[in-house]
């Protein structure tokens, strides 16, 4: 038995390094690849969840506006019968009563059919981002088969001396685990950190097919902690920076959300009719539709 069956020497020149060496060159794709089906399946784990919330909003919703419809032709026919009534002051105020309680809870139905809009809009929007970051996480190669045993002590360098594409799937490792990284804090609600990670992906693969989807997560996790002023500029920076981008509709529409929590309406409403009519057939323009006729805006 060779004395690399003791550990391999520390040299570059021998045998037992070179073994690991070609472990790590052919094995790293094949890791690399089970990496991202792992991803994308905890992806695709949680469309249906997101999907079920979605479902039950608009459930919600629906109940909300019959209400909502219910209380006002009871409150129109009250203040009808209040403004012709000739009864004695005691029923008048009884009235007066009915209508004041009736108002107070229309208001509340109002805020609560607000809120629940917001939170569609919000998980509809997610829902479609997870869809396409599945996607996009489909793995990207498969594991090369092994090599002659001759041709070991040369993979990972041509003839001629320059590299092949081990240094790619080195360069597309560092895009995906940096990318995944911050995701998994997104996911976890650790926005500060998700901030962060999306930030220096932004830095070290500004060119990356994957950098608009990092700018628009860096404007979802500002907007997830409340920050409507800073998710605005972070969602206008996706418009600016990657305007012929796949997130450019979402970003124009959770921008006009951030408008509305921040009592800039006729903002919003700019913005919500811009995104109408340049986007027509996206979800985004749909749901944007909704909140303008909602509004009693024409979209």
């Known amino acids: ?60 919703l629906g109940e909300i506006q019959r209400t909502n419809e219910a209380l006002e032709e009871e409150l129109k026919t009250l203040k009808q019968a209040r403004s012709a009534a000739s009864a004695p002051a005691t029923d008048l105020a009884a009235l007066d009563s009915r209508i004041g309680s009736l108002e107070s809870q229309l208001a509340a139905l109002r805020q609560r059919q607000d809120d629940s809009q917001d939170r569609m809009n919000s998980l509809s929007v997610d829902l479609q981002s997870t869809r396409e970051l599945a996607l996009k996480a489909q793995p990207p190669r498969t594991a090369p088969s092994q090599p002659p045993e001759g041709d070991l002590e040369t993979a990972g360098a041509s003839q001629d001396g320059s590299t092949t594409g081990l240094e790619d799937s080195r360069g597309e490792a560092g895009v995906e685990d940096t990318y995944s990284a911050a995701y998994a ?51 206008d920076a996706v418009i600016q920076k990657f305007p012929k981008g796949d997130r450019v509709p979402a970003a124009y529409l959770k921008k006009a959300l951030c408008f509305m929590q921040t009592d800039r309406t006729a903002e919003a409403v700019v913005l919500l009719q811009h995104l109408v009519q340049t986007y027509p057939t996206s979800e985004e323009a749909a749901l944007a539709r909704e909140r303008l006729q909602g509004m009693g805006v024409k979209p």
Do not use: H
């Open 185 to 235: 804090d997104f996911t976890k609600g650790d926005y500060p950190m998700a901030i962060s990670g999306f930030r220096e992906f932004l830095k070290k693969f500004p060119a990356s097919e994957l950098a608009d989807n990092a700018q628009f997560w860096i404007a979802e996790s500002y907007y997830s902690q409340g920050d409507f002023d800073a998710a605005a500029k972070e969602y």
């Open 1 to 60: 038995m060779s004395s690399s069956s003791n550990g391999p020497n520390p040299g570059p020149g021998s045998s037992g390094f070179a073994r690991i060496r070609r472990r790590v060159s052919w094995g790293a794709p094949l890791l690399l690849s089970l990496g991202v089906v792992s991803a994308e399946g905890c992806l695709s784990g949680q469309t249906p969840g997101l999907r079920q919330e979605v479902d039950a909003l608009k459930v919600q």
